[in-house]
Nanobody
């Protein structure tokens, strides 16, 4: 069992920055694949950042590449978000993948709102 808790969301103006945190408990996560996702109202959940279990592969979709950075320290995963745009407004979730396919545990989400 892994418990994930996100924090760091809030209201920011376009062009600003936020750093989201995802604190894990119940298991050490530094040998597992981690991901950040977001979901805006009326839209499907979208993958925004992730890294493989060995840390060798980091992936970002084009919509956030160059603006978002995923990292980890101790048992916490971070998402640094720069040059934020109104279309980045969503609830952001972190997740851990213990196996090779699906993400197994999810946090409760943190709201990010970017004003224009």
């Amino acid at each position: 069992q892994v418990h994930l808790v996100e924090s760091g969301g809030g209201l920011v103006q376009a062009g600003g920055s936020l750093r989201l945190s995802c604190a894990a408990s119940g298991r050490t996560i530094n040998t597992y694949s981690m991901g950040w996702f977001r979901q805006a109202p009326g839209k499907e959940r979208e993958f925004v950042a992730g890294y493989s279990w060995n840390g060798l592969n980091t992936v970002y979709p084009d919509s956030v590449k160059g603006r978002f950075t995923i990292s980890n320290a101790k048992n916490t995963v971070y998402l640094q978000m720069n040059s934020l745009k109104p279309e980045d407004t969503a609830v952001y979730y972190c997740a851990v993948r213990l196996g090779t396919t699906n993400y197994d545990y999810w946090g409760q989400g943190t709201q990010v709102t970017v004003s224009s």
